[in-house]
């Protein structure tokens, strides 16, 4: 499976580069929920970022909305 790096951009990730699998056209996936970017507590929230466009030479992932901890699963 191959990845692709992307910059969160808003939110709690905001800045953040990591790297996600890549769909078949070589983006990020459309939709991405993200648990405690910063390694705190795992209990706090999941994070909902959606997959922005490449211009500026790389991905990002635009914050769209946090849940609170349980409602992603």
Request: without cysteine.
């Given at each position: 499976?191959?990845?692709?790096?992307?910059?969160?951009?808003?939110g709690?990730a905001?800045?953040?580069?990591?790297?996600?699998?890549?769909?078949?056209?070589?983006g990020?996936?459309?939709?991405w929920?993200?648990?405690?970017?910063?390694?705190?507590?795992?209990?706090?929230?999941?994070?909902?970022?959606?997959?922005?466009?490449?211009?500026?030479?790389?991905?990002?992932?635009?914050?769209?909305?946090?849940?609170?901890?349980?409602?992603?699963?």
């Amino acid at each position: 499976m191959s990845e692709v790096t992307v910059r969160f951009v808003g939110g709690p990730a905001h800045d953040l580069e990591r790297a996600l699998p890549a769909e078949p056209d070589g983006g990020p996936p459309a939709r991405w929920i993200l648990r405690h970017p910063d390694g705190g507590d795992p209990g706090l929230a999941d994070h909902l970022y959606e997959r922005a466009d490449s211009r500026g030479g790389g991905w990002t992932m635009r914050f769209v909305h946090t849940y609170p901890v349980g409602m992603t699963e």
